[in-house]
């Protein structure tokens, strides 16, 4: 009797330190994944703020404003992010109401940036451009 | 003695729930701690917000000034100042604007040069910094065939935190007399341009004429075209 309990708990040991080793594995795995994610995220972000500035700066988003023809949008789009899925909205912020949306839902990972437009010469209330990229591709 | 295994299963199971559940919460919220990250990307969105005022400004005041830009400017950022709370979690002074511009010029015919708005941005408070200048070579001539037309050579490009960018300008007039008359733009490589303007009067009762170009971004330059 007293030989099978001491098997037991060899047993119960050694489960125990399976278990431990597993968790600190895991633990080990975590944390390394999310070091490469966020200093991919920081890098990533920069590149889609400086996209989303190019985009303003020369003028696509006035241009839709003053239009409301997205098709020069789409174009500057497709040649700042090639081969990237995106999805672009444009929001009123004081009515809420929803200007413009553009590209396809995007699956997750993605990547969240905005900025607000106070006042556009071309749109008397203050917008929100909002855009979410694909980060499939740049997780390596 | 009895318990130390069940005691070691039950710590380990702790960890494993932990791993799984806490971490990768406490990690999210690390990329978002990166996320609110503002000192690189601020700067662009900041320099956004300047040029839709530069735009919103040079559009509603056609004849600016150096002082005009900078009170109008400052008069908007402060109006906004919540907003920029709301969205950025900044206050962005007003007196850190500083709008240096040589207009009004006065370009006199087949000689060149140099329109200009410099608008920069310095907060010790918040890591900010920007420099952009707007600049534009101006070069007119009179060509005269059936009509008498005033062509303009122009170069025009936007210079924001050494990044160099090409705003093509899109609308160009002349005010002649209280007359507009719009140029036809022909734009010869990235950064220049040809514009004609047919005068609708005789040359020799002209004295001088008034040239605006606008960009696809909303911002205004003008300058005075001296004929004499």
Same mark, same amino acid.
């Given at each position: 009797?007293?030989?099978?309990?001491?098997?037991?708990?060899?047993?119960?040991?050694?489960?125990?330190?399976?278990?431990?080793?597993?968790?600190?594995?895991?633990?080990?795995?975590?944390?390394?994944?999310?070091?490469?994610?966020?200093?991919?995220?920081?890098?990533?972000?920069?590149?889609?703020?400086?996209?989303?500035?190019?985009?303003?700066?020369?003028?696509?988003?006035?241009?839709?404003?003053?239009?409301?023809?997205?098709?020069?949008?789409?174009?500057?789009?497709?040649?700042?992010?090639?081969?990237?899925?995106?999805?672009?909205?444009?929001?009123?912020?004081?009515?809420?109401?929803?200007?413009?949306?553009?590209?396809?839902?995007?699956?997750?990972?993605?990547?969240?940036?905005?900025?607000?437009?106070?006042?556009?010469?071309?749109?008397?209330?203050?917008?929100?451009?909002?855009?979410?990229?694909?980060?499939?591709?740049?997780?390596? | 003695?009895?318990?130390?295994?069940?005691?070691?299963?039950?710590?380990?199971?702790?960890?494993?729930?932990?791993?799984?559940?806490?971490?990768?919460?406490?990690?999210?919220?690390?990329?978002?701690?990166?996320?609110?990250?503002?000192?690189?990307?601020?700067? =662009?969105?900041?320099?956004?917000?300047? $040029?839709?005022? %530069?735009?919103?400004? #040079?559009? &509603? *005041?056609?004849?600016? +000034?150096?002082?005009?830009?900078?009170?109008?400017?400052?008069?908007?950022?402060?109006?906004?100042?919540?907003?920029?709370?709301?969205?950025?979690?900044?206050?962005?002074?007003?007196?850190?604007?500083?709008?240096?511009?040589?207009?009004?010029?006065?370009?006199?015919?087949?000689?060149?040069?140099?329109?200009?708005?410099?608008?920069?941005?310095?907060?010790?408070?918040?890591?900010?910094?920007?420099?952009?200048?707007?600049?534009?070579?101006?070069?007119?001539?009179?060509?005269?065939?059936?009509?008498?037309?005033?062509?303009?050579?122009?170069? =025009?490009?936007?210079?924001?935190?050494? $990044?160099?960018? %090409?705003?093509?300008? #899109?609308? &160009? *007039?002349?005010?002649? +007399?209280?007359?507009?008359?719009?140029?036809?733009?022909?734009?010869?490589?990235?950064?220049?341009?040809?514009?004609?303007?047919?005068?609708?009067?005789?040359?020799?009762?002209?004295?001088?004429?008034?040239?605006?170009?606008?960009?696809?971004?909303?911002?205004?330059?003008?300058?005075?075209?001296?004929?004499?």
């Amino acid at each position: 009797m007293s030989k099978l309990k001491a098997q037991g708990k060899i047993l119960e040991a050694i489960v125990a330190i399976t278990f431990l080793i597993l968790a600190l594995i895991t633990i080990r795995s975590v944390s390394s994944g999310c070091t490469i994610l966020t200093t991919s995220k920081g890098t990533l972000r920069d590149a889609v703020n400086k996209v989303m500035f190019l985009l303003d700066t020369y003028g696509h988003i006035d241009e839709y404003l003053r239009t409301r023809d997205p098709i020069n949008l789409e174009l500057a789009l497709s040649k700042l992010l090639p081969n990237i899925h995106y999805k672009l909205t444009i929001v009123d912020l004081n009515t809420s109401q929803l200007i413009l949306e553009l590209g396809s839902p995007i699956k997750t990972p993605f990547l969240e940036d905005y900025y607000i437009k106070p006042r556009s010469a071309f749109y008397n209330n203050p917008i929100l451009v909002k855009i979410i990229i694909s980060k499939e591709g740049y997780m390596q | 003695m009895k318990f130390k295994g069940q005691i070691l299963i039950i710590l380990a199971l702790f960890i494993l729930i932990f791993t799984f559940t806490i971490i990768p919460l406490v990690s999210n919220n690390l990329m978002a701690i990166d996320d609110t990250n503002i000192n690189t990307t601020l700067e =662009y969105k900041v320099a956004s917000i300047l $040029l839709d005022y %530069l735009a919103y400004t #040079t559009d &509603a *005041y056609r004849n600016y +000034n150096e002082s005009v830009l900078n009170n109008v400017i400052a008069t908007l950022l402060d109006s906004d100042s919540n907003l920029f709370y709301r969205y950025y979690r900044v206050t962005l002074s007003s007196s850190n604007i500083l709008i240096t511009t040589n207009i009004p010029n006065v370009v006199a015919l087949y000689s060149s040069s140099s329109l200009y708005i410099k608008l920069s941005y310095s907060d010790n408070k918040i890591p900010i910094n920007i420099y952009m200048l707007i600049n534009s070579s101006v070069t007119p001539s009179i060509i005269s065939q059936v009509y008498t037309i005033l062509l303009v050579n122009v170069t =025009y490009v936007y210079v924001v935190n050494s $990044l160099r960018l %090409l705003v093509p300008l #899109t609308k &160009a *007039y002349i005010d002649v +007399n209280g007359t507009i008359v719009y140029g036809y733009i022909e734009r010869n490589d990235d950064s220049s341009y040809t514009i004609y303007f047919p005068l609708p009067i005789p040359l020799n009762q002209l004295s001088e004429v008034t040239l605006y170009m606008g960009d696809k971004r909303g911002v205004f330059l003008w300058c005075v075209i001296s004929l004499v």
